[in-house]
């Protein structure tokens, strides 16, 4: 009895965590969008390991998806040379570039957990087809990073 208690305890914190991300919707803005995949990956392992990541991958375009593959080629990705500075970052700013009805693009500038800014170009797009994502917006480009410096 115990056994299947401490079973479905675990099942329903499982289940309340996989919860927790957040899916597009028409109602969240270009800037949401960034915030939400930002903060994910700032706290990339809150809940279960490489939760951030997976939150990042839920909002991005499916050319993008198309672009890296399956999630798990997503993964090795973000965590690899290009992008590892992203995760379990420190702090984070958002700040419009520019936008359209289509279209938003965003500086976004990263402290990473060694005390380093790096900037970022990130855009997002409405996607435009039939179903589930239609008028969402959705990350097209995340550029590389481009080292500013310590910030010590």
Known sequence: MK???SLLILLILTNYSYAELKNP????SPKEVVKI????????????KDRGI???????????????????????????ASY???INHLSHTI????????????EVII????????????????????????DCWLTTMVSS???LGSSI
Do not use: C
Request: hydrophobic letters at 30%; proline letters at 5%; charged letters at 25%.
């Open 145 to 147: 990073p481009i080292p």
């Open 54 to 80: 997976e939150q990042t991958w839920i909002f991005a375009h499916p050319n993008n998806k198309r672009m890296t593959g399956p999630l798990n080629n997503f993964k090795r990705m973000i965590k690899g």
């Open 3 to 5: 056994k299947i208690i």
């Open 111 to 134: 402290l990473d957990k060694d005390k380093i800014y790096h900037k970022f170009n990130w855009q997002v797009e409405k996607y435009t087809e039939d179903g589930d994502l239609n």
């Open 84 to 86: 590892q500075m992203m």
């Open 25 to 28: 919707n028409k109602n969240i």
């Open 37 to 48: 995949q930002l903060s994910g990956l700032q706290k990339n392992d809150l809940n279960y």
């Open 95 to 106: 700040t419009e570039l520019g936008s359209s009805d289509k279209w938003a693009q965003f």
